[in-house]
């Protein structure tokens, strides 16, 4: 758990692993470090950096919750990759509550 605890404070290896799942003409948005503008471009995304300064409290706090895994994610439905048409016109329509999660077997 603290490895979620120490990208989102410390910067880890979140972006490192998070080239890879971006589409090209994708941007990466980043809070803990400033992503490589080299990189970047090798995957054909563009980098951003947003500072943020929270206070040290609340920054204990939100590491806190993510030790406990308090955020979560509302998934609307999972379907099978093979209907991932239909996943693509639940995005579509915009009227969901949730995330349209795709079933990886």
Do not use: C
Request: hydrophobic share 40%; no cysteine.
């Amino acid at each position: 758990m603290h490895l979620r605890a120490y990208d989102a404070t410390m910067g880890g290896n979140t972006q490192d692993h998070s080239w890879n799942v971006l589409k090209p003409g994708g941007i990466l948005v980043a809070f803990a470090s400033k992503p490589s503008a080299e990189t970047a471009a090798a995957h054909g995304v563009r980098p951003a950096f947003v500072i943020t300064e929270p206070k040290a409290l609340q920054r204990l706090e939100i590491t806190r919750l993510v030790d406990i895994e308090k955020p979560k994610a509302i998934i609307e439905t999972v379907f099978p990759l093979s209907d991932a048409v239909y996943g693509q016109e639940l995005s579509k329509r915009r009227h969901t509550r949730g995330k349209i999660v795709p079933r990886v077997v």
